[in-house]
């Protein structure tokens, strides 16, 4: 959903790390329509100290949105942009994902019986306004078509907005801002994570400073030693305690390590320094778990340094595999996910709103144990798949 902008400056290995994500993201989310789900692919619930194969999804992804900030910041440079003008890129791409992240959060609370559209088609045409208003127009659409194309994507955003009715039946209310959604917090992770590349010019001091901070925020926090100042918490606090933008400033870490000492002809420090990061991670999360648990609702500090640790194995394992041994077409067929991820993420809800309209589904016996599982895992491609045609037909969301 953030990725470096041009293909003279892609990682490939970062490709294929967001297309298997995003595979992954989707199979995950499907799990909901399936019955006999092993636990271990679930999202732990909360209070409950463990975690699931669901909950290092995410970090992954934000993990890999802090890989790509460098590359992308860096090319606006190169090609003379200025700082302003970059700024003002990166608050209108997060603005973007921060609104999309507010509506989908709203969905979830939707009260179907108090508002004028059933949900499923709310959801659809919510889906459709941010196709339109989003949407990367080819340089030979008109800009007259450009213009009517968005313009009315913001009709039905504001009319979905109007007519939207949530809470309690007996006491249904207007949009609110319950948690910002999984849209919302890549949003959030990217705007910080952005902001701190750009003060710090990419100094690795500046950048790891950042990242120390997010995750001493994040365990005074969870300590309960930042209660004085609960007051501020309402208007001005670090997003999710610190958790959200210490995965994306991670990512950029190991994307400057990766710059300075991969590309620069020192790849036996590089692998030192990426495993030690690594291990030391995952370590420090267990030693610490007794503090806090590992839990993913609620952002522990423990499930945070285990997450980052697996992204930076995985991406490794990635570099490796993609870029050394050149396995690059291997994950051709999942190309898209990678190059048109928003709209990947997004096609989903199309679908499922479809259904729900329909009340058809499949025979139980296809949505239980391994027959479920394949069901999903086939459901995920199938999107994957779709992407891939969109993309082809110059269909895909860019922000």
């Known amino acids: 959903m953030v990725q470096a902008s041009t293909q003279k400056s892609r990682n490939h290995a970062i490709d294929v ?34 975690m699931g194969l669901s909950d290092v999804v995410f970090p992954a992804f934000l993990f890999i949105v802090g890989l790509s900030i460098p590359l992308a910041i860096e090319n606006r440079w190169k090609k003379g942009a200025t700082n302003k003008e970059v700024l003002l890129h990166v608050l209108y ?3 973007a994902l921060l609104i999309m992240g507010l509506f989908h959060v709203n969905l979830e609370n939707y009260q179907e019986g108090a508002s004028l559209l059933a949900k499923p088609v709310w959801q659809i045409f ?5 196709f339109l208003i989003w949407l990367d127009y080819s340089k030979s659409v008109k800009s007259s078509v450009k213009t009517a194309g968005k313009s009315l994507g913001w009709l039905i955003l504001v009319f979905l ?17 319950y948690w ?29 400073l950042a990242f120390l901070s997010c995750l001493l925020f994040s365990s005074l926090s969870k ?11 309402p208007y001005f606090w670090l997003i999710d305690d610190g958790a959200t933008p210490a995965f994306a400033i991670s990512g950029m870490l190991v994307s400057l390590y990766y710059r300075s000492y991969y590309n620069g002809g020192k790849q036996g420090f590089f692998w030192v320094v990426l495993a030690s990061l690594s291990i030391t991670g995952i370590l420090l999360g267990i030693v610490t778990r007794p503090l806090w648990g590992i839990h993913k609702i609620g952002s522990s500090p423990s499930w945070v340094l285990i997450c980052i640790g697996i992204s930076m194995a995985s991406y490794g394992f990635l570099i490796w595999l993609v870029d050394i041994k050149k396995r690059k077409d291997w994950f051709t067929w999942i190309k898209p996910a990678g190059t048109s991820t928003l709209t990947c993420y997004l096609l989903p809800y199309i679908h499922y709103g479809l259904l729900s309209l329909s ?8 949505r239980t144990g391994l027959p479920g599982l394949l069901k999903s895992l086939v459901y995920a491609l199938v999107i994957i798949l779709i992407t891939g045609l969109l993309e082809k037909k110059n269909l895909r969301l860019k922000i």
């Open 17 to 50: 790390f967001r297309a298997l994500t995003m595979m992954l993201m989707i199979f995950v989310n499907d799990l909901w329509t399936l019955n006999g789900v092993p636990e271990w692919l679930k999202h732990v619930p909360a209070g409950v100290d463990g």
């Open 93 to 95: 791409r997060s603005a």
């Open 126 to 130: 919510l889906t459709l306004a941010f």
């Open 161 to 177: 907005a109007i007519v939207y009715k949530g809470g309690d039946l007996a006491d249904p209310k207007w949009m609110d801002i």
């Open 180 to 208: 910002w959604g999984i849209l919302g917090l890549i949003g959030w992770a990217y705007l910080i994570a952005s902001l701190v590349y750009m003060a710090s010019k990419g100094k690795l001091s500046l950048v790891w």
């Open 223 to 233: 300590l309960n030693l930042l209660e004085f100042l609960s007051g501020l918490k």
């Open 359 to 366: 009340g058809w589904a499949l025979p139980l016996f296809v």
